[in-house]
């Protein structure tokens, strides 16, 4: 049965998913941009982004997991880009990834602000949903098919789903960094998973919870 997914998910070793005050400038809020920094040293990380070389080892592998049978993602608002408020503040935004966005299938952003879906090129579209993460899941769901769908984030919307109990796998790639201000993820006494994979590599400590 299909699933719901979140891969390399990257947190602080203080619990943060992002850094303070998100904006054009720092997308991962103040010092957050560090989560990320070994996603670009690998080759499936940089190809994401038409990138050449990179390492392979535990990092890529982790990486390419989170592509593998997705058939569509979730995604928060505030991943999706910087603008608050009405859309009409910015119509032109299109998501932080360019004209060709490393998805290449449908992708439901969650928001109360209502927008028409917008058609990327690579197989890529942006749908907008204002009726909750359940109403998100089940589209997603239908868009994917037999496909899992892929939980993207960010720290609110999985908070979201986990509380909710609709998330069956969570992988989480632990950065050894102090962060102190942001947001933070496992805030909520999240019960009912089941380690099923721990590595680390010289860059994250890699850990696959299950839904028991
Ligand atoms: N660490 C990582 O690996 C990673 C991965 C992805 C993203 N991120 C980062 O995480 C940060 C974003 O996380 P975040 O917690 O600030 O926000 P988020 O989860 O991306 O988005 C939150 C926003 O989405 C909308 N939303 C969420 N749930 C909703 C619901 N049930 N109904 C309607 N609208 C809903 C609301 O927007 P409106 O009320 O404005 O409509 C809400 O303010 C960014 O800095 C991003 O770069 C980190």
Same mark, same amino acid.
Request: hydrophobic fraction near 35%; aromatic fraction near 8%.
């Given at each position: 049965?299909?699933?719901?997914? #979140? +891969?390399?998910?990257?947190?602080? &070793?203080?619990?943060?998913?992002?850094?303070?005050?998100?904006?054009?400038? +720092?997308?991962?809020? *103040?010092?957050?941009?560090?989560? !990320?920094? $070994?996603?670009?040293?690998?080759?499936?990380?940089?190809?994401? #982004?038409?990138?050449?070389?990179? *390492?392979?080892?535990? /990092? /890529?592998?982790?990486?390419?997991?989170?592509?593998?049978?997705?058939?569509?993602?979730?995604?928060?608002?505030?991943?999706?880009?910087?603008?608050?408020?009405?859309?009409?503040?910015?119509?032109?935004?299109?998501?932080? $990834?360019?004209?060709?966005?490393?998805?290449? +299938?449908?992708?439901?952003? &969650?928001? !109360?602000?209502?927008?028409?879906?917008?058609?990327?090129?690579?197989?890529?579209?942006?749908?907008? #949903?204002? @009726?909750?993460?359940?109403?998100?899941?089940?589209?997603? !769901? @239908?868009?994917?098919?037999?496909?899992?769908?892929?939980?993207?984030?960010?720290?609110?919307?999985?908070?979201?789903?986990?509380?909710?109990?609709?998330?069956? *796998?969570?992988?989480?790639?632990?950065?050894?960094? &102090?962060?102190?201000?942001?947001?933070?993820?496992?805030?909520?006494? &999240?019960?009912?998973?089941?380690? *099923?994979?721990? #590595?680390?590599?010289?860059?994250?400590?890699?850990?696959?919870?299950?839904?028991?």
């Amino acid at each position: 049965m299909p699933q719901l997914r #979140v +891969h390399n998910f990257c947190i602080s &070793l203080d619990g943060f998913g992002a850094g303070p005050d998100q904006s054009l400038d +720092h997308p991962l809020g *103040t010092g957050g941009e560090r989560l !990320h920094e $070994w996603v670009f040293k690998t080759a499936t990380g940089l190809a994401m #982004v038409g990138g050449k070389g990179g *390492t392979t080892g535990i /990092d /890529d592998e982790f990486l390419a997991l989170g592509e593998q049978r997705v058939g569509a993602t979730i995604m928060g608002r505030n991943m999706f880009g910087p603008v608050r408020g009405p859309w009409s503040s910015d119509p032109q935004w299109q998501g932080w $990834w360019g004209p060709n966005p490393p998805y290449h +299938h449908p992708v439901f952003v &969650l928001c !109360h602000e209502p927008r028409e879906s917008i058609r990327m090129e690579g197989g890529t579209t942006f749908h907008f #949903v204002t @009726d909750g993460i359940e109403r998100a899941l089940e589209r997603a !769901h @239908d868009a994917a098919g037999d496909l899992d769908v892929r939980l993207g984030g960010g720290v609110s919307t999985i908070r979201q789903y986990l509380r909710a109990g609709l998330v069956d *796998t969570l992988h989480l790639s632990i950065i050894p960094i &102090l962060l102190g201000r942001g947001e933070r993820l496992l805030d909520d006494g &999240l019960t009912g998973y089941r380690t *099923t994979r721990f #590595v680390a590599s010289d860059e994250a400590m890699h850990v696959t919870m299950t839904r028991v």
